[in-house]
């Protein structure tokens, strides 16, 4: 993959959560919200904050979804990003 954000952006993929629930009820792909937390795939040069493989938490109708060759990617901008997990 080749594609470096501009401006104070970065480029995240989405981590799916589980699909059954602490007491193992399977929930149906129809009925999950999309995750709002993924892992950092590509920084701007002018964000320092972050780094690739960085876990992070952002705004849950944030962002731009591409689609880079056959994976699913989402653009967000520095600031629709609440922080780093872990």
């Known amino acids: 993959m080749n594609f470096q954000p501009l401006g104070k952006r970065v480029l995240v993929k989405r981590v799916e959560e589980a699909n059954t629930t602490s007491s193992g009820i399977i929930i149906p792909d129809n009925a999950k919200e999309k995750p709002s937390r993924g892992e950092v795939v ?3 040069k002018e964000v320092s904050e972050l780094a690739c493989t ?3 938490l952002f705004k849950k109708y944030a962002g731009h979804e591409v689609l880079i060759g056959t ?3 989402i653009v967000l901008e520095l600031d629709d990003i609440f922080g780093i997990i872990g």
């Open 71 to 73: 994976e699913k990617y």
């Open 54 to 56: 960085n876990q992070v």
């Open 42 to 44: 590509a920084v701007s």
